[in-house]
């Protein structure tokens, strides 16, 4: 059958963007950056071509990351970069778009209120949230219908949310602001405190990619990294290994590490046995950092398995909860015929 309303999922991330439509899959994957002309209030760039221009501006063009610790901190810009996306990905339709947009779990009320209104000032004729973990799950293809324990561990750009899940509702979670981003903040830390070197956020990532690590590596990995030394004032080249990585991320993975391990303090016995039997499953971008998965298995004394796509797993989760999307509309009706 023929439908000129086109159904959306959108994991709206602190790093990344990512669309999927209903028969479709995902669509689009973008960096959550916006560049804009301070002079005219105009948009220059949204995506990956205005992530380019990160540090890279000129006084009237700024770039923007409208979206923080995984909530939105510029409306405004979050809006017109949700409408750039969903026009994108979806074109022009004879009817606004239903969409699903998945929220950290610890977000309060009046930040879910800023996305349900992001999203409808954006296009939408109706927005629903599912919260991050539930969605991880469901992309991950675990059956969370069940009653039996399972534990997610999912780590974006902002957040790192972790759960665990039993008959399709969280019961025990903690969401806390230590995620890739913090990554990139020690590594910049770092490289000032113990080399006197400026480097950005594009280069802390590309060293966070590349070298960076959570647990001692069989084999040392090195990059060259380019930055402005702080004494001299000169550009400057210096070779980092990834035991130096190491050391600069301990702080923010032994934190992530507690969390997780405070979440299985509080899990009830039952629900704690069937994790101890099928181990945790971690989604996210972050969790592609090397080691990450072993120091937390080490730690917990629980096995620890990534699932294939990290990145896109949260996204997808969101897509297959579009097939659930018309029962929401009808329990709505009903209840408001109740009322």
Known sequence: MFSLRADIG???????????????????????????????????AVGEEARQMLGKTPGNIVAIRPLRDGVISDYEITERMLRHFINKSAGRRFFK????????????????????????????IKTYLIEEPIAAAIGAGLDITQPDGNMIIDMGGGT??????????????????IAGDKFDEAIIRYMRKKHSMLIGERTAERMKINIGTAYKRTKEAFMDVRGRNLVTGLPTTLKIGSSNMEEALYEPVTA?????????????????ADISNKGM???????????????????????????EEPISCVAKGTGKSLEWIDMLETSLITDNARR
């Open 10 to 44: 959108i994991d709206l991330g602190t790093a990344s963007v990512l669309v999927y439509i209903k028969g479709k899959g995902i669509v689009l994957q973008e960096p959550s950056v916006v560049a804009i002309d301070k002079n005219t209030g105009k948009l220059k």
């Open 97 to 124: 778009p239903r969409i699903i947009v998945c929220v950290p779990s610890g977000v309060t009320e009046v930040e879910k209120r800023a996305v349900i209104d992001a999203s409808n000032q954006a296009g939408a």
């Open 160 to 177: 790192t949310d972790i759960a665990v899940i039993s008959l399709g509702g969280i019961v025990v979670s903690r969401s806390i602001k």
């Open 256 to 272: 992530i590490a507690d969390a997780v391990h405070s979440v299985l303090e509080r899990t009830p016995p039952e629900l704690a």
């Open 281 to 307: 499953v971690m989604t996210g971008g972050g969790s592609l950092l090397y080691g990450l998965d072993k120091l937390i298995s080490e730690r917990t004394g629980t096995k620890v398995t990534i699932v």
